[in-house]
Each structure stands twice: as C-alpha cells, then as structure tokens.
C-alpha cells in the first residue's frame, strides 16, 4: 500500500505535539475570568450596589426591602437554621431527580421497544405533567400519610411531588432521542442481525444522549422547584423542614432579610445543580456532539 | 442456475404502500467476482435493487437465488458515510465484528487491517467530526471490508463527494478489488465512474423501474488513470449515454415530469 496519508498523519500528531498540556491554572482560572463569569458578574455587582445605595438613601425600612448587606449579614448569623433546612430540600430534591431520571429513562426505553406501548401510554404521562402540582399535592400528601405513617411521610410526599414535576422532561427528550437514530445505521444494524439489545446499547442510546442529557438539564431545576413548591403546600415545621418552610415562616414572622436570605440559599441551590449538570453534560459529548464541540474558525 | 453466479434476481417486483411501482419484472444475474454497476436516473429503481438483494426490504413479487453458500457474507456501503459520531475510527470499524459477538482482542487484527486496506492507518482514534468527506468515506468502506464480504453492495457512495476525491477512491476502490474479487455491485449515476469501474453496466430506467440495456466493458485490468482518456472508454460512455437518452426520451413523450432524468442526459452529453 502506498502512503498517501502519511503527510496528513503526520501534520495531525505535530498538531498535538505544538499544543501545549495544560496546567491547573488555565484549567480553573482561565474560565473563571473569562468574559461569560466576568461580564455577568460585573453587572450583578452594579446592582448590588445600586440596591444598596438606593436603600441607603431613600431610608427604606427593612422589613419592606433590606439591603444586600444586611441580607448577607442574615444569611451569615442564621446559617445555623437556614442550611439544615437547605440541606433537607436538596435531599428532597435529589432522591426526586435520581428517581425522574430512572423512571425516565426506563419507560421511554419501554416506549420505544413498542409502538403499542407508546401510544396508549403517552397521553397519560402528558395529563401528569400538566396537572399543577400545587392543586395535587395536598392529596398525595393526605395519601401518602394514609400509606407511611410516621416521620418519612412528608419526606416520601414531597419527593414524589418534585418527582412528577422532574419527570417529564427526561421522559420525552429521551424518547425522542431514542426514535432519532441514524437510519442508515439503523439498516446497518439490520444487515449484521443485530439483536434488539445490541440496536439499543450500541444505536439509541447512544443516538439519544444529548436529547438525555438537555432532557436532564431541564429536570434538575424543576426537581428543585417541585420540592420547594410541595413543601409551600406542606407547611410543615418541625426538626424536618426544608428551605421553603424556611421562607414562609419569615415572611409570616415579618422577618424580611432571613425570607431574602433563605431565597438567596434556593437561587443559588438551583444554579449549583444547573452547573454541575452542564459540566457534565459537556464531559459526556465533548468528544462528538456538536453542542460540546470547540471550533475554531 | 449457473454455478458461477453470485447471485440471481428473477422477476423481482416491489410496489411502494403509496403505488408507486419502484421495480417492474427484473431479471438481473451476477457473476462471481464480477463488478456490476447499476446506472439510471433518480427513481429508476437502483438503490432498490441494492436494498432487495441486502435483504433490507421486502419484494412484493418474486425470487433471489444465491450461488455458491447458501449464507453470503455481504457488506453495505450507504451514500453517506453514516458513522457513529460517537465511536472514533477503530470503534466504528469495528462494529459488524462487535454485532456478531467477536471479542475486541479478537477483532483487532481484521479492525486494524481493514483500516490499513483505506489507508487511514494513523486515524485509528479520531473522531468523524476531524475527517474530511473522503476520509469519513474511507471509514465507511472499512467497516464494510472488516467482515471480508464476499458480496460488497455500494449505493452511490462516492455521490456526495467531489470530483478529485471521488476518482481517487476510484482508483483505490478498484486496486483493493483487484486484489480481494469480491462480487460488487455498484449504484451510481455517473456514466463515467460506471465504465471506468465496471466489468458491465446495467442500465435502468424509471416508471417503472426496469433494466433497458446491459453493456459489457471490455477493456482489461488493472485500469489506470490513462484509460479514462482512451478512446475506448468513450466509446463506451457515448453508448450508454444513448441508452439512457433513448429510455428517457421514451419516457419524455410519456410525461413531461422526468425533467431530473433529462438533466442527468444533458450533463453526459
């Protein structure tokens, strides 16, 4: 054989050889300043200060709109309250999504195996989702205390509330990345006679990755929404409440900086868990996907 | 049937769900080790034929017959490239061993020699998304290689690809038969690539898909660039060109919305 090829071979492990490894600086700095972290950051500490001052200035009673500073200054001396309870949502909010993200992906695998199946249960999975879950949490949790009696039974509810909510997205991104195959390849898969197992290991689920991945992206906030909402209708106090109790109970108590302070505490929960499951998005395609792929033009 | 044939289509017919009659009474055989090319316009039934013959859809009337074993082993090389963008170049190679249950050690050698027959050894770990239109091609080709067919099925593969690239892999699809004699059917609409290529070129032609005329190409192997510039090689170009134009022009005076067939004549002519 001839080595037509062998230039490009070598041009490409040249490329590789001049790119230089990279250290932990460039790794976790570098993003850190980049313009995507510093532009958004800048403008939210011009607000900051802009809110600060605008209270300053117009004496604006505290238990109307505090300042940052003193919501921050909340948030310090009641950490001892605020983060239990903020660790109890995330708890709730956790078992919630692992278990959207099982169910999830097993029934639109189900889905898929039979048209039949698809069909007659799909609209059911629809009528779920678009039932608010605050006019259905009430009655799940009457139900669940008839079920599990005891301490779990709140817990148990409000994970199942979150759980609906979770669903959904995981549900439907899946199986339609499921059904979105290659059909080339599917062909391909038919002329080796690959087994229904083997199309699915090695064909959809792959094929359906990303829609799995956006699918997750989207569950993970609404998990948390679905805690936080259940727990609202819930109300409960007690040594199990979550943040949400935490926020009620400010507000009811006119305690207007520990309110701002426990939302600050669920904002920033929900943008925790929207990172952490872009990151790993991006992990899972970055060697293939479009979406992960860096160009350079 | 003749011991000698690969395999033999005897008054194949396939009708769509729609109506539309894709394939009308075909007989076509095909020798062992003989490079056929199927050439017609768009909707004359080509890529059908492929797909029958792969067993990847069903006729809707009569037979094939399959010399030699009774289990052929075949290969199938799409229009597109359609790798797996998620597998670099060895994973996607590697694929029909894997679906048959071959171990990865096992598979090496044959993976890592099919790759070496395209040229791409040096690639093994890239990713589609790195490799040219040609190169994903290459790619395509390996994985059907992998499996040593004995019957290679190529649908337009080089279709999409332009005109430099697509008489390398001329060349290079050639030498490697040359070598292997596989029995190769070919789907093209490129007169040229077809006579540069082929032992013989069936001619189709569409509604009903049909075969009008098959040529035999006398000329000898190995063909080298030369051949395309001699005047033999367009001898037989103009006469296929005719056969084309007369079943299309038929077809014209039938319908006027064979425009598509009719730009593939005045491109060849």
Same mark, same amino acid.
């Given at each position: 054989m001839t080595n037509r090829f062998s230039d490009l071979a070598n041009s490409a492990n040249l490329e590789k050889s001049i790119a230089p490894s990279r250290t932990w600086q460039q790794r976790w700095l570098r993003p850190l300043l980049s313009p995507d972290v510093l532009a958004p950051g800048a403008v939210g500490l011009l607000l900051l200060l802009f809110w600060e001052m605008g209270v300053r200035v117009t004496n604006m009673p505290p238990y109307l709109l505090p300042g940052p500073l003193l919501v921050f200054q909340t948030l310090v001396s009641e950490w001892g309250t605020l983060f239990p309870s903020m660790l109890i949502t995330l708890k709730i909010t956790l078992v919630a999504f692992i278990a959207a993200v099982v169910s999830g992906l097993l029934i639109s695998i189900l889905f898929t195996q039979s048209k039949w199946i698809e069909r007659s249960l799909f609209p059911y999975a629809v009528i779920l989702q678009t039932t608010p879950i605050v006019a259905i949490a009430p009655l799940i949790i009457l139900w669940v205390r008839q079920a599990v009696p005891g301490e779990s039974s709140t817990f148990v509810s409000l994970v199942i509330c979150a759980w609906l909510v979770a669903f959904f997205p995981i549900l439907s991104n899946t199986t339609l990345g499921l059904n979105s195959a290659d059909h080339n390849l599917i062909n391909l898969f038919q002329l080796y006679h690959a087994s229904r197992w083997q199309t699915l290991r090695y064909l959809r689920l792959p094929s359906a990755m990303p829609y799995f991945l956006g699918g997750l992206r989207i569950s993970g906030g609404l998990a948390l929404i679905g805690a936080v909402v259940a727990e609202f209708v819930a109300g409960t106090g007690g040594t199990s409440s979550g943040i949400a109790y935490q926020i009620l109970m400010s507000s009811f108590n006119l305690q207007i900086p520990r309110m701002f302070a426990a939302l600050l505490m669920t904002t920033a929960l929900g943008v925790a868990i929207f990172v952490a499951l872009t990151v790993f998005s991006d992990l899972m395609l970055r060697n293939w996907h479009e979406s992960a792929v860096k160009r350079e033009n | 049937m003749n011991p000698s044939s690969a395999f033999q289509l005897s008054d194949v017919s396939k009708v769509y &769900?729609?109506? &539309?009659? $894709? *394939?009308?009474n075909l007989d076509l055989t095909v020798n062992e080790g003989q490079f056929v090319s199927l050439l017609?316009?768009?909707?004359?039934g080509k890529s059908t034929v492929l797909r029958m013959v792969a067993g990847l859809g069903k006729m809707s009337a009569g037979t094939i017959y399959w010399g030699g074993s009774s289990q052929r082993r075949l290969a199938y090389v799409f229009q597109? $490239?359609?790798?797996?963008?998620? $597998? &670099?170049v060895q994973e996607n190679v590697r694929l029909p061993l894997k679906l048959a249950g071959m171990s990865k050690a096992a598979a090496d050698t044959a993976v890592a020699e099919a790759i070496a027959l395209v040229e791409l050894t040096g690639f093994e770990h890239s990713y589609p998304r790195e490799l040219s239109g040609g190169m994903k091609m290459r790619v395509s080709i390996a994985r059907a290689l992998v499996t040593k067919p004995e019957v290679l099925l190529m649908d337009e593969?080089?279709? $999409? *690809?332009d005109e430099m690239t697509r008489s390398r892999l001329n060349s290079d699809l050639l030498h490697l038969w040359q070598q292997k004699q596989w029995t190769v059917v070919f789907v093209t609409h490129n007169i040229y690539e077809a006579v540069y290529l082929s032992n013989r070129v069936v001619v189709m032609a569409a !509604?009903?898909? !049909?075969?009008?005329a098959d040529v035999a190409i006398a000329a000898p192997y190995p063909r080298t660039e030369e051949f395309r510039t001699t005047p033999l090689f367009n001898d037989y170009c103009r006469e296929i060109s005719g056969c084309l134009a007369n079943a299309s022009g038929q077809l014209l005076l039938r319908s006027d919305a064979e425009a598509k067939a009719g730009d593939v004549i005045n491109q060849v002519a």
């Open positions: - | &769900t729609n109506g &539309t009659v $894709a *394939l009308k017609g316009p768009s909707g004359c597109e $490239a359609a790798l797996m963008p998620w $597998a &670099t593969p080089f279709g $999409a *690809l !509604r009903p898909g !049909r075969v009008v």
